[in-house]
């Protein structure tokens, strides 16, 4: 069975560094893209940013290139996604994907991210 | 990058409806279209791909067409489990955008 489980709840202020995760269990880690999505409270969903583990070419959404770094470790079949200054308007939950020929065919349960001085 | 025009925002429709939904991309993505299902803003559920194909386990009652730049998401009889909010994505080229959502609702 595909599972993608991510890390818990962040409570983080402005200006501080985080890394989340998700870890892929199932099938074979370095065959297929994963990545970040996000949805603000509210609001529709928005892709961050991509990565095959296969290779670790990387692909940004343009909103947040710069602002954040995707990476992944295929030896514990984990990605992450990482900032190094948060900002209040990083506020929002961020789903793993799975994305594949079937689009998005598995999600992870979802990682709540609140930046609040 | 290519932008994804959801339509309707939102819907009200009764037990039994058909209801439509409807996709246009900014430029054409072939049948790299997906729809996807969420509730209460939990994980969204994959519902179709490829634009038509239907993913296992979905109900038949749901069903995708379209392909180039319009594309179109059907319920054929709405059950009480499908007031949710629905989005189209393109996975044609990265960023792989989604439609802004249609919130189904009940009448």
């Known amino acids: 069975e595909v599972q993608l489980v991510q890390s818990g709840a962040e409570v983080k202020k402005p200006g501080e560094s985080l890394k989340i995760s998700c870890k892929g269990s199932?099938?074979?880690?370095?065959?297929?893209?994963i990545g970040w999505v996000r949805q603000m409270p509210g609001k529709g969903l928005e892709w961050v940013a991509i990565i095959y583990p296969g290779d670790s070419e990387a692909r940004y959404s343009p909103s947040f290139q710069g602002q954040v770094t995707i990476s992944a470790d295929k030896s514990i079949s984990t990605a992450y996604l990482q900032w190094s200054t948060l900002k209040a308007s990083d506020t929002a939950m961020y789903y793993c994907?799975?994305?594949?020929?079937?689009?998005?065919?598995?999600w992870g349960q979802g990682t709540v991210v609140t930046v609040s001085s | 990058d290519i932008q994804m025009t959801q339509s309707p925002s939102s819907l009200s429709a009764s037990v039994g409806d058909r209801v439509t939904i409807t996709c246009r991309a900014s430029q054409g993505v072939y049948s790299w279209v997906a729809w996807y299902q969420q509730k209460s803003e939990k994980a969204p559920k994959s519902l179709i791909y490829?634009?038509?194909s239907l993913q296992s386990g979905v109900p038949s009652r749901f069903s995708g067409s379209g392909s180039g730049t319009d594309f179109t998401l059907t319920i054929s009889s709405l059950q009480p489990e499908d007031f949710a909010t629905y989005y189209c994505q393109q996975y044609y080229s990265f960023p792989y955008s989604f439609g802004q959502g249609t919130k189904l609702e009940i009448k």
């Open positions: 199932g099938y074979s880690f370095t065959s297929y893209w």
């Open positions: 994907a799975r994305q594949g020929f079937g689009g998005v065919g598995f």
């Open positions: 490829a634009a038509s």
